[in-house]
Structures are given as C-alpha cells and as structure tokens.
C-alpha cells in the first residue's frame, strides 16, 4: 500500500506540476512573441554583394547616395580635381627687384639717413625699409611713393635709379 501511496502521492504531485506548467505554458504563449531572424547589419546591407543577393530573392531594394555624408564637407567638390594635381605653376608674390633695394640704400646713405631715420621720415616702421632694401617686400606704390620723395630718386618705371623730377603732378 505504501507504494500505491507513493505511486498516488508521486502521481499527484506530478499531475499538479503537470497543470502548473500547463498554466504557465497557456498564460505564457499569448504574450510571448516569436522573434525573427536578425537582419543584416549596416555595413553588410551597404555591401555590393548583399544588394545583389537581395535583388535575386526578388526583394524590393532602394539604394540612395547621400551627399558628403559623414565626412565634414561644408562645399561643394570641385570638378576639376585632376586639372588642379596637373597644375604645377607655383603662386607667389613679386617681390621688389634688387635693384630697386640697392637705389634705396645708395639714396638713404647718400642723404645720410638710417633705415629708421628714413622710416620715421615717411612714417612707416624701420623693418619695411629693411624689407624693401632686401628685396624681400612685396611692392606698395604708396609705401614706394613716399620713399621717392624722401630720398629723392626714382624707384618704378624705366627711369629706377634717376633723379625724381621736381613739382607735383598736373591734373
């Protein structure tokens, strides 16, 4: 008898468990939803290969180029990349003849005037007279103009090195 009480107390529990899981089983499968197989990521579905395999299964495909998309590009791209990499001319600024610096040296000394003299004299700071003396400035016909009348010669034209006509020019 002890064993049917066990078999029925064993059969009994084991039919409770039985409902139990039965219950939840029921309760569960109404709320549990069934989850798909992930797609494929970001950069595989960019993959030329994964656009073609997706076109043979006959899914619909929409590919769109966006511009300059991430990357820091607030221009537009120039066409003519490869005429600018074949362009070789090297761009600077003229700088002022030699000759016109050795002028501006002999007319200074000749005066008798420093380089700062001659830079208070028409106001401009003693490194651009410097400059100019070198060659290393880039012409200014003002700055030019004024260092004419200081020194008294010519420094553009044909005349580089002459004496600057006396009188103001006639309108």
């Known amino acids: 008898m002890s064993g049917g009480v066990e078999g029925a107390g064993g059969g009994g529990c084991a039919a409770r468990r039985a409902e139990s899981v039965g219950a939840m089983a029921e309760s569960d499968w109404d ?65 002022v003849p030699l000759e016109v610096g050795k002028v501006i040296q002999q007319g200074r000394q000749s005066k008798g005037l420093t380089q700062k003299d001659l830079a208070t004299k028409i106001n401009e700071k003693p490194q651009v007279i410097a400059d100019y003396e070198c060659g290393r400035a880039i012409p200014n016909n003002q700055v030019l103009g004024k260092i004419e ?7 553009r034209g044909r005349d580089i090195g002459k004496p600057l006509e006396a009188g103001p020019k006639g309108k």
């Open 31 to 95: 709320t549990v939803t069934v989850l798909r197989k992930k797609g494929p990521s970001a950069a595989q579905a960019k993959s030329k290969q994964a656009i073609l395999a997706a076109q043979r299964r006959g899914e619909d495909v929409e590919t769109s180029k966006k511009w300059a998309a991430g990357q820091n590009k607030q221009h537009s791209i120039t066409k003519n990349t490869a005429k600018l990499d074949r362009e070789t001319e090297e761009l600077h600024h003229d700088r």
């Open 149 to 155: 009348r200081a020194i008294g010669l010519k420094l």
